[in-house]
């Protein structure tokens, strides 16, 4: 797809297709996918050519959309069991991130009614995701500007939660861009995020376009910064909260969690509704993906460790409620944690 041609945004639907930025690219390459098939579907979420966890809940409702279109039957019904299969198997294509499944489930709900009415679904479920996700970052930004009310921010976050993970400019990215637009942000610290490098690759990529301050760091940076006076807040974003608060994200948020809280800095999820997830009591009962070991031992296509060697590959991590300062949607503002927090002000301003 030629990239002038359409999305503006990490995906979109167009002539019948979910056209997709590819996330594996960037920020080499700004390449734009074509998804057609189910297939194509469940490969970009397995991939993680789209990611995110609101955006690959959008595009699986567009995947569900496909599939009705491509199961119709002569006499024009639909042939709904295999609209099901597929809509099965794209909601399976990552465990962890429960907005596929809620949007996967809630356009299959109008399967009754036709394709028509499941990809009017799906595009109902686009549209939202850009306005709760706006919603949830502009609550959360002010959330920030109130607990460090006396001059801007440094803000630390990790893995990607801009535009390309959640449309409307992203959660916590979204407030981060919102606080930046007041003049009220002084730099972001971005975790490179490893194995996968969302933050370097991505949060980076989203930060430079937008003119907002930032360096990038390791993972294991991210407490020394915070003992060093770097970090104002933690502000992070969610694959799936559980009912007490229990929060699923990428691998190392409670790492920063517990530096967060050892230094008394606040640490702040932003996500939609659509990520909390009522029937999962607790963090224990999320399920965490495990991926491929090659993402741990090889980097640029060369080994970095012995040929062989076993890995530990989880994807996501539990960070407990008791450690989160406040969980903030486009609804609400849940304190699972019950503390109040104050910011940490280093002692003779600003070190470096
Ligand atoms: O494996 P990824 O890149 O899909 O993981 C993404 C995250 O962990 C994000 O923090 C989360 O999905 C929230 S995105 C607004």
Redesign the pocket.
């Known amino acids: 797809v030629p990239d002038t041609e359409v999305v503006q945004r990490a995906l979109d639907w167009d002539s019948s297709t979910i056209v997709v930025i590819d996330q594996t690219a960037l920020p080499a390459r700004r390449d734009l996918l074509r998804l057609t098939t189910v297939d194509d579907v469940v490969d970009a979420i397995r991939r ?1 050519v789209v ?6 809940g959008v595009t699986g409702a567009l995947g569900v959309a496909l599939a009705a279109r491509a199961h119709r039957l002569p006499d024009g019904r639909l042939d709904e069991q295999a609209v099901v299969r597929d809509a099965r198997r794209i909601a399976d294509a ?1 465990p962890t ?1 429960v907005n596929l499944r809620w949007a996967v489930e809630r356009v299959l709900a109008r399967l009754p009614q036709g394709a028509e009415a499941v990809l009017a679904e799906a595009l109902a479920v686009l549209a939202e995701d850009e306005r709760t ?1 706006r919603e949830a970052a502009r609550r959360a930004a002010g959330i920030l500007r109130d607990a460090c009310p006396d001059r801007p921010l440094r803000v630390l976050t ?5 535009d390309l ?2 449309l409307g400019g ?3 990215l979204g407030a981060v861009r919102e606080l930046a637009r007041d003049g009220r942000v002084r730099e972001v610290l971005a975790t490179e995020t490893r194995p ?1 490098l ?1 933050g370097a690759r991505l949060t980076v990529w989203e930060l430079h376009r937008a003119g907002i301050p930032h360096r990038l760091c390791v993972d294991s940076a991210a407490p020394a910064a915070m003992a060093g006076g770097l970090v104002d807040a933690v502000v ?4 799936r909260i559980a009912a007490n608060g229990d929060t699923a ?2 691998i190392g ?1 409670y790492a920063l969690a517990c530096a967060a809280a050892h230094h008394r800095i606040p640490f702040v999820v932003v ?1 939609p509704e659509s ?1 909390v997830d009522a029937g999962t009591a607790c963090g224990a009962d999320i399920p965490i ?1 495990e991926r491929d070991a090659a993402e741990v031992t090889r980097m640029a296509g060369a080994d970095t460790t012995v040929p062989g060697t076993r890995v530990y590959n989880p ?2 991590d539990i960070t407990p409620a008791e450690l989160v300062t406040a969980i903030v949607t486009e609804r609400r503002t849940w304190r699972p944690a019950q503390s109040a927090v104050s910011v940490r002000v280093p002692a003779g301003g600003v070190r470096r």
Not at 51 to 56: E, L, Q, S
Not at 236 to 239: C, L
């Open positions: 993680l990611r995110g966890a609101p955006v690959i990552r991130a996700n990790h893995c990607n939660t801009g993970a959640a992203g959660t916590a996968l969302q992070v974003g969610a694959d994200n990428k948020t996500a990520t993906e994807a996501f």
